[in-house]
């Protein structure tokens, strides 16, 4: 029977050799993925300006104090982007013993989700 080239099946000299790699040298030492390239990142230091005052304070940190203070001058985006990483933390680190929402809760946020969907859709 004869070996058929085709798509997956390449020519048995383009094959690779029994026990040699198709990657021999493998992924350089020290280079990083996305992760670990955003993780540096946002770990770096900045100076902002704050009350007056000069303060260093990591990218991350800046980026979260600006969300902040654009949610808290009514930017609807910036509200529910905040929020939505906030439950998505607080699922994350979520324990066993938390307490359960009560019935007002519950109503508050049946009440208040609709209309943050109306008007993130609006904008």
């Not at 993925?33 to 100076?47: K, M, R």
């Not at 902002?48 to 009514?74: C, F, H, N, P, T």
């Not at 049946?110 to 904008?123: G, I």
């Amino acid at each position: 029977m004869t070996y058929k080239v085709g798509f997956g099946k390449p020519p048995k000299a383009g094959q690779f050799k029994k026990g040699k790699s198709g990657n021999p040298r493998g992924r350089p030492r020290g280079s990083c993925n996305l992760a670990t390239d955003l993780n540096a990142e946002l770990s770096e230091q900045i100076t902002v300006r704050e009350d007056g005052r000069s303060k260093r304070v990591s990218k991350q940190r800046a980026l979260i104090k600006s969300l902040m203070a654009k949610a808290l001058q009514g930017d609807v985006r910036a509200m529910a982007t905040l929020l939505a990483l906030y439950a998505r933390l607080a699922s994350d680190q979520s324990d066993d013993h938390e307490e359960p929402l009560d019935a007002d809760e519950l109503e508050i946020l049946h009440r208040f989700a609709p209309r943050l969907l109306k008007s993130v859709k609006r904008q």
